[in-house]
Nanobody, 127 residues
Framework: QVQLVESGGGLVQAGGSLRLSCAAS????????MAWFRQAPGKEREFVGS???????????AYADSVKGRFTISRDNTKNTVYLQMNSLKPEDTAVYYC?????????????????WGQGTQVTVSS
């Protein structure tokens, strides 16, 4: 059974940093893209960043414009884990953050490309 478990969320002041982790179990996801999405209250779930699978020959990562230069996604395939390093956090980054993976190595920004999702971890940035 595939399971994704996020951790690392919490409360941080604006300008601070957090590192989210997502551990996948059930099978190896080294050849599959892994992504982070977020959902703020009353808003649609939106793409944050993605990391390509190990066999992908295009760009290895992709980011939403709103987080470029502040967030970094990385993965450790030996641990079946993806990370999201979030720096220079802003109040508008407050949301529940979800990790996801699918069947393709393409680091897509589209929700429909991902069919396995974690339960989410809350990130709150105070001003």
């Amino acid at each position: 059974q595939v399971q994704l478990v996020e951790s690392g969320g919490g409360l941080v002041q604006a300008g601070g940093s957090l590192r989210l982790s997502c551990a996948a179990s059930g099978r190896s996801f080294s050849t599959n893209a892994m992504a982070w999405f977020r959902q703020a209250p009353g808003k649609e779930r939106e793409f944050v960043g993605s990391a390509a699978g190990s066999m992908w020959r295009g760009e290895a990562t992709a980011y939403a414009d709103s987080v470029k230069g502040r967030f970094t996604i990385s993965r450790d395939n030996t641990k079946n884990t993806v990370y999201l390093q979030m720096n220079s956090l802003k109040p508008e980054d407050t949301a529940v953050y979800y990790c996801a993976t699918g069947t393709s190595g393409w680091p897509s920004s589209m929700r429909r490309e991902y069919n396995y999702w974690g339960q989410g971890t809350q990130v709150t940035v105070s001003s």
